[in-house]
């Protein structure tokens, strides 16, 4: 019984039988192989000959495009790796930069005075960042830098963070505002920082610093850790006309990203204030002369009253007067330091709470997972890239070893 | 001695060059292509004649498998082509004919064109070449396990072949009695 091999066997050579050489094939082929060598020639010595100059290019096109496509995607690998080692740091700060250099300049200045008054605004260079960090307020400011519990004590600690917050008292106001009609510019302004991984305490103190050097004091000085992000604001108060060396001494201290600055004439305002504290004096003068004069309880009480009043309104104005010499004694400047690459600072005092918290922590996340996707599919990208690249190369030279072998 | 090369090449064409072009016909079913094939592993073999060590048949056979894988690799992505005498139904050596054993050795044939490359080449190289499985695995450049499950798998897929043909003639004697 034969078995399927021996018919399978029998089959390919009975089938093949009548098949018959072609006449002249030896002599065609030992012609063809003799014909032309360069073109049956070594890789090698194929390239060596083109590079003399004798003919053209006779490699395989399909060679060619594996071998090109295999350097492009080393070429590519080696320049990610390249420029990979500074993107980190860089990203950051050029996304920063590049919006800051693209926003708006505005000019801030607010009269507050009379006829009197002569305005000096200044320029607030950079962009104001998502998150309102608008020219601030003369209230707002005043208040942040003058209010007692701020200026005396710590401003508490963020929670779970575990941050480290210092306060520094004030070093009071110097003596160069007793002057009724020497000019008063309020200045202050706030200023965004980012400076390398591990550099934001080092930046701080360094703020601090400056602060000192410039006979100035820290107002408020405040350094977190969420999330691995360290943040600081440090609040400077430094002699008025020192102010623009505080502004570029702390640009020097990292990379700017934003800077707000703001300068409000305030002498027409302390002019007025002074006259009316003074007018109010000579009226409660006045008073206290009738008072003296008085011979009824009615007239005693009436007249009593209207001192009581005159006496409210003079430490109105004692009060305001103080504040304003106070602010045109000292230029404020907050500082906001991160570090490159972290979330975007956001200044305690524009912080947002319930659904626009909600909503603004949402984007953010959506935006950070959006990055995350992106690195990865770079990553699966330089992946695929390598192993095409090797692929290419193995090909290539299987079938040159293949030819080679027969 | 370029002219006793090229007169020992010829004495080699001639005995080898008949088994070489079987060989291409069996794994390309075209005689054609066949003819190609024999023709450039030829011209390979004429152009490294000087250097081949061991035998030029072996050589020369391992260019003709790897022709014909080529060529069937390129097929895949191209039409088909059919060949006039298929058309005509005189390709094969066997035409119908009433014996069993003929259909099988024609439908094995057939089956065998079916066959993926490397199955195809094991099976020629070892039972129409009578290679065993160590010179078999040496022509195509694989294992000695390949060519074992490689050739088996081929087999198998042919023994299907032959229990449709045992099969047929029993359901065509039932349908004439049917009738």
Known sequence: MPTLEDELRTAMVEASEDLT??????????????????????VGARRRTNRAGRGGPRYPRRHLVALGAGFAAIAIVVTAFALGGNSTGESAGTAASGSG???????HGQASGGDSLTTAPQSVRGYLPRGARAPLANGSKVAAALAPGR????????GTSGSATSSAGTSGTSGSTSGVTA????????????VPKGHVQATVDGLVSLAKGLGGYVAESHTSNVAGSPTGNVTLRMPVTKFEDAVSGAQKTGHETSLTTSAHDVTGKFVDLNARLGALERTRQTYLTILGRATTIGQTLEVQQRVEDVQQQIEQIQGSLKVLRNQSADGTLTVAVSEAGSPAVVNQQHQRHGIGKAWHTSVQRFTRGTDAIIAALGTLLLVLLVIAAFAAISLLGYRVMRRAAG | VELSAEAAFESFVASSGRSLLRTAWLLTGDRGDAEDIVQTALERTAYRWSTIVGEPEAYA?????????????????????????DLTGRSMPYAADDTSLVDLRAQLLADLRLLPARERAVLVLRYFNDLDEAETARTLGVSRGTVKSSASRGLARLRATGSRLERQPAATANSEGAT
């Not at chain 1, 250099?101 to 000019?107: C, F, P, R, V, Y």
Request: proline letters at 4%; aromatic letters at 2%; hydrophobic letters at 30%.
């Open chain 2, 61 to 85: 056979r391992r260019s003709v498998v790897n022709l014909a894988t080529d060529r069937w690799r390129r097929r895949k992505s191209r039409v088909t082509e059919v060949p006039l005498a």
């Open chain 1, 151 to 158: 200026l005396h004590s710590a401003s508490g600690t963020s």
């Open chain 1, 21 to 42: 050489v072609p006449d002249g094939l030896a002599a065609r082929a030992w012609a063809s192989g003799h014909r032309d060598e360069t073109r049956r020639q070594p």
């Open chain 1, 101 to 107: 250099n693209g926003g708006t300049t505005a000019i």
């Open chain 1, 183 to 194: 000019t008063r510019v309020v200045k202050d302004g706030s200023m965004e920082l980012t």
